[in-house]
Each structure stands twice: as structure tokens, then as C-alpha cells.
């Protein structure tokens, strides 16, 4: 596999040529950004099948793994952002070379369900799109005896954006890969192509 990681960093239209080598290889490279609550056990459950159980904020960090969707391969770079509030600015960065986007909130946190819709307005006004590929992911299903949002809601909110979702446990192992195939399959789709429907898993 080759790996492009260099070339898709440095500049668009390098990105752009890299993304069309690839397609001729019948492999794909995407990025994706993800962001808030949780989003650094999930990068880590996704890319070494460990969870992590201590809290250590994310200046950033970059994950990198090949994944097969429908007997397709792909290379998969995360890039695991650093805490996101109402208030934070954006890094203009965020909007450039990225694919698709895994916004994250924690089913127990009202506030966190709150931070990732001024997170998704923030990434339509930078990149100037109406629609973007997105997996919006309810995480921490293991603490469900102190859930605040609801499987429902959280769907209601993904489709109202036409994204994907998902309900995860990053503790649990749980949902974790289907992200990042969901992810897949959203770009995918934005680039044309058929996706499956996704689903509300409640645990
Ligand atoms: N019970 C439970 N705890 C989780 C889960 N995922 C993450 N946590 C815990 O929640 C806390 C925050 O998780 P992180 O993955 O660091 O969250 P983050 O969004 O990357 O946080 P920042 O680095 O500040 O941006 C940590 O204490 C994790 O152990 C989960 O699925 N279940």
C-alpha cells in the first residue's frame, strides 16, 4: 500500500492527484477529524483495540490504519483534535484535506450534545458547504444508567444534518469500527456512490 500521508498534508492539489493514484489502485485514503468527548479512547480502541482509562486532553494527535468496506481497502489517517468548547476558534486547518468529520458527545452530557452542534454551524461557515460528510456518535453507552440524551434525539439531529449515526462505547469496544465505516461510506456517498442507511443502536 502506498502511503500518502506526506503529500495529502502539504497541498489540496496534491491531495487531489494522490486521491486519483489511489482510485486507479483500486485503494482510497481519507482523512478524518474528529472531535470532543471521548474522541481520543475511540481513536485508540479504533487503531489498537485498547481502551485507555485515564483522562489525558488532546493537544493532537494522528492515527493511521488500513481498513477494508465493502471488500474495498482503504487507508485511514485520524486526526484526533484537541478539546473543542462553544467558545474555542477553529483552526482554519480543520477545514482543509479533511474528507469527513466524526463529531462526538457523550450520551451523559447534555452540554457535550449542546458543544457539537455549535461544532457542525462552526464547519459549514469555514468550509462554506451546505453539507458535509459527517458520523455524529453518541459515546459512553456503558453508562447508561446515567444517559441524558436519548438514541432518538441524537438520530433526529443526524438526520436534520443528513449525516450518519451511531451510539459507541469506546470502553466496551462497542460500535467503534462501524464509525469509521460509516465515515467511508458518508464520503462515499457525497462522492456519489450508494450508502447503506444507518442505524440506532441502543444498548
Ligand atoms: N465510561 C466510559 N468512559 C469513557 C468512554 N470514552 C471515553 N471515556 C472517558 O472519558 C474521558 C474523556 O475521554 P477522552 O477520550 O480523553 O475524551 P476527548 O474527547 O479526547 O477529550 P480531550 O482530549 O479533552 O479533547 C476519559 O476519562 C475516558 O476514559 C466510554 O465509552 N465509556
Not at 498534508?9 to 485514503?29: D, E, G, H
Not at 461544532?119 to 444517559?147: A, F, Q, S, W
Request: hydrophobic content about 40%; overall charge negative; charged content about 20%.
Amino acid at each position: 500500500m502506498v502511503w500518502l500521508e506526506v503529500k495529502c498534508v502539504a497541498s489540496l492539489s496534491l491531495c487531489r492527484f494522490a486521491q486519483f493514484i489511489f482510485l486507479t489502485l483500486s485503494s482510497r485514503f481519507f482523512f478524518f477529524l474528529i472531535v470532543n468527548f471521548g474522541k481520543s479512547s475511540l481513536s485508540i480502541q479504533f487503531v489498537e483495540g485498547q481502551f485507555v482509562d485515564s483522562y489525558d486532553p488532546t493537544i493532537e494527535n494522528t492515527f493511521t490504519k488500513s481498513t477494508k468496506v465493502n471488500s474495498q481497502e482503504y487507508e485511514v489517517k485520524v486526526v484526533d483534535t484537541a478539546g473543542q468548547d462553544e467558545y474555542s476558534i477553529f483552526p482554519a486547518q480543520y477545514s482543509m484535506d479533511i474528507h469527513g468529520y466524526v463529531l462526538v458527545y457523550s450520551i451523559t452530557s447534555e452540554k457535550s450534545f449542546d458543544v457539537v452542534q455549535v461544532i457542525y454551524e462552526k464547519l459549514l461557515d469555514m468550509t462554506g458547504k451546505v453539507h458535509l460528510p459527517i458520523v455524529l456518535v453518541g459515546n459512553k453507552t456503558d453508562l447508561h444508567m446515567e444517559r441524558m440524551i436519548s438514541c432518538e434525539e441524537g438520530k433526529r439531529l443526524a438526520e436534520s444534518w443528513k449525516a450518519g449515526f451511531l451510539e459507541t462505547s469506546a470502553k466496551q469496544n462497542e460500535s467503534v469500527g462501524e464509525i469509521f465505516h460509516t465515515l467511508i461510506l458518508e464520503i462515499e456517498k457525497a462522492n456519489g456512490n450508494v450508502q447503506e442507511k444507518s442505524s440506532c443502536i441502543i444498548s
